[in-house]
């Protein structure tokens, strides 16, 4: 009796710690597979909306204004205390991104030399060609940061300069 009874504890042990392991994964892939479904939204709409601009009007490394297509004010500012990204286009802000540890702007000059593809850094808005966005996004299971979002990354060309 004392026998089984041992090796009915093991195998519910060994149960049990199988048990949490699956759970734990299973949260962290579902946990990754939102934070990628929101970043590659948040690119998408930020890539459609950018082409569309004019021009480049502000720039810092957390957050861009643009002039748009209908003269309005577009922004696309970060948070790094609130961890987010927010679309503003006049009265109206969006959160694209929520949870968000690092994001940079950077921007880069048309290519001087016809026919190339090479992008050059610009300290000027006024000759800002190409926006690129550099993100790292994370979440927290069980009160331990498990899985971080992959570095998504992107150049942007604004099209109507």
Do not use: H
């Not at 004392?2 to 504890?9: F, Q, R, T, Y």
């Not at 994964?25 to 950018?50: C, G, H, P, Q, W």
């Not at 993100?135 to 099209?159: D, G, P």
């Amino acid at each position: 009796m004392l026998v089984a009874i041992a090796i009915g504890m093991i195998v519910m042990g060994s149960m049990a710690t199988m048990m949490s392991y699956t759970g734990r994964s299973f949260a962290a892939l579902v946990n990754y597979l939102e934070l990628d479904r929101k970043s590659r939204n948040a690119l998408d709409v930020m890539t459609r909306d950018i082409r569309q601009t004019t021009q480049l009007s502000s720039f810092a490394t957390n957050r861009l204004v643009f002039t748009d297509w209908d003269a309005m004010s577009l922004t696309y500012a970060y948070d790094g205390v609130a961890k987010t990204l927010t679309k503003t286009k006049g009265s109206t802000n969006t959160v694209l991104l929520t949870e968000c540890d690092a994001l940079t702007f950077s921007i880069f000059q048309r290519n001087p030399i016809g026919g190339t593809y090479d992008q050059y850094s610009t300290a000027t808005v006024t000759n800002a060609k190409l926006v690129q966005v550099t993100w790292t996004c994370s979440r927290q299971i069980l009160a331990s940061k498990v899985n971080t979002e992959s570095v998504q990354t992107a150049k942007i060309v604004i099209r109507k300069q």
